[in-house]
């Protein structure tokens, strides 16, 4: 089982809709999770950080389930500008800093 | 945030040879990271790059094929060396946000192709 996983996508979705994506993550002492978004050719940049039970920034929530070791990114009203690959990134306390990608979930907005 | 800048932005380069990529931040941070990225993939850590000892490296990476230089707080290279096609990626460094814990900024990026 890989260490960090996510839906595959790609997601499809009309302007204005609510799109959720979901990240699995099998270390269950993993301290802390991040959104990262990418677009195409350009590198990472962090949309969101989850220590606790959850964030929210905007149209963008994120909510951490431990005892399902899952985190999910939800993003409402989608815009056109929110197309792009998001990658959920876990830390693991016993390798330090280090973070661990999943594949990336591919979302395309669509008018 | 910090500023992360890499050089070069892109390289094409012949199986064999070698390339230097430098990262350079606009301030002092205590953790950087070089990770790989193929196409169409995730993000692969390669190693953690630490001021004033040898990089640790992740299973599957040796300091040989990668070696890594931190010589101070806000600067450092990985080498590419004896290339192959395989090698063609995205180098990306990133560092870590003293603010934040465990938050991690990428430069943007070095594209390699090996021909």
């Known amino acids: 089982r890989k260490e960090v996983e996510q839906d595959p996508g790609p997601f499809n979705v009309p302007e204005g809709a609510t799109v959720a994506f979901n990240c699995t993550y099998s270390?269950?002492?993993?301290?802390?999770f991040f959104w990262y978004r990418q677009d195409c050719r350009k590198e990472p940049k962090l949309l969101m950080s989850?220590?606790?039970s959850g964030n929210e920034d905007g149209r963008f929530t994120a909510q951490l389930n431990r005892a399902s070791q899952y985190i999910s990114l939800l993003i409402r009203d989608s815009k056109l500008s929110d197309s792009a690959t998001y990658l959920c990134?876990?830390?693991?306390?016993?390798?330090?800093?280090?973070?661990?990608f999943g594949a990336g979930t591919i979302l395309r907005v669509k008018s | 945030s910090a500023v992360i800048s890499q050089k070069p932005s892109r390289d094409i380069c012949q199986r064999g040879t070698s390339l230097t990529i430098q990262c350079q931040v606009d301030?002092?941070?205590?953790?950087m990271f070089w990770y790989r990225q193929q196409p169409g993939q995730s993000l692969t850590l390669i190693a953690t790059?630490?001021?004033?000892?040898?990089?640790?490296?992740e299973s599957g990476f040796v300091i040989d094929k990668f070696p890594i230089s931190r010589p101070n707080l806000t600067f450092s290279t990985l080498t590419v060396s004896n290339m192959s096609p395989e090698d063609s990626s995205i180098y990306l460094c990133?560092?870590?946000?003293?603010?934040?814990?465990?938050?991690?900024?990428f430069g943007p990026g070095t594209r390699l192709t090996v021909l």
């Open positions: 270390n269950s002492a993993s301290q802390s």
């Open positions: 990134a876990v830390n693991m306390r016993e390798y330090g800093n280090k973070l661990v």
């Open positions: 301030s002092q941070v205590t953790m």
């Open positions: 990133s560092v870590d946000n003293p603010r934040r814990y465990n938050e991690q900024f």
């Open positions: 989850v220590y606790s």
């Open positions: 790059a630490n001021q004033g000892s040898e990089a640790t490296y």
